[in-house]
């Protein structure tokens, strides 16, 4: 008889690790949604800020590259499946797609935002988690709140004079 996987049993009960994957999908969403723009701006930015815009995208970019398999990976942890496609990434973001090209300060001024609406999924996840006495996914996504933190401040900066 073939062997069978046993039920997870990590003491965090199975509805409290759906609805934290459930979060983690929303965070992944987004993330993946500002992960496309950032990657999308770096190849279109132009004006006189492109080389310094164009390499802080770059670095923008891969690092929220990085954190989506740490992301997709913690749910799959969990025993749940992680989504993926653009459509479920688009139902799933608080993230709103760019119209068109914008110029380099209104793609600086949409990252800001972005960053900013991955932290407020981000808060909204933690508090389940941390019910959950679920210590590895509240240090992730308290990593991936300094971070996005860390990132809008430094965006912002630039729009600042
Ligand atoms: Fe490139």
């Known amino acids: 008889m073939a062997v069978t996987a046993p039920p997870i ?6 509805s409290q690790r759906q609805q934290i994957a459930e979060g983690l999908g929303r965070v992944l969403a987004d993330s993946t949604v500002l ?3 950032t990657h999308g701006f770096h190849w279109n930015v132009t004006g006189p800020m492109f080389n310094t815009l164009h390499l802080m995208f ?3 970019y891969t690092e929220l590259w990085t954190a989506l398999d740490e992301i997709a990976e913690r749910i799959r942890a969990l025993g749940l499946p992680a989504p993926f496609g653009a459509q479920t990434y688009s139902t799933l973001s608080s993230i709103p797609e760019t119209d068109g090209i914008p110029s380099a300060m209104a793609m600086v001024r949409e990252l800001v935002e972005g960053h900013e609406a991955v932290a407020r999924t ?6 389940i988690a ?3 006495n ?3 996914t509240a240090d ?6 300094q971070i996005h933190e860390k990132t809008a401040w430094m965006l912002r900066s630039l729009l600042e004079g």
């Not at 049993?9 to 199975?14: N, T």
């Not at 981000?122 to 508090?127: E, N, P």
């Not at 992730?140 to 709140?145: E, G, H, I, P, S």
Request: net charge negative; hydrophobic share 45%.
């Open 9 to 14: 049993d990590i003491g965090i009960s199975e």
């Open 35 to 37: 992960y496309a723009k």
């Open 58 to 60: 770059m670095e923008q």
């Open 122 to 127: 981000i808060r909204g996840v933690f508090a």
């Open 130 to 132: 941390d019910a959950a």
């Open 134 to 136: 679920d210590e590895p």
């Open 140 to 145: 992730l996504l308290t990593q991936r709140l």
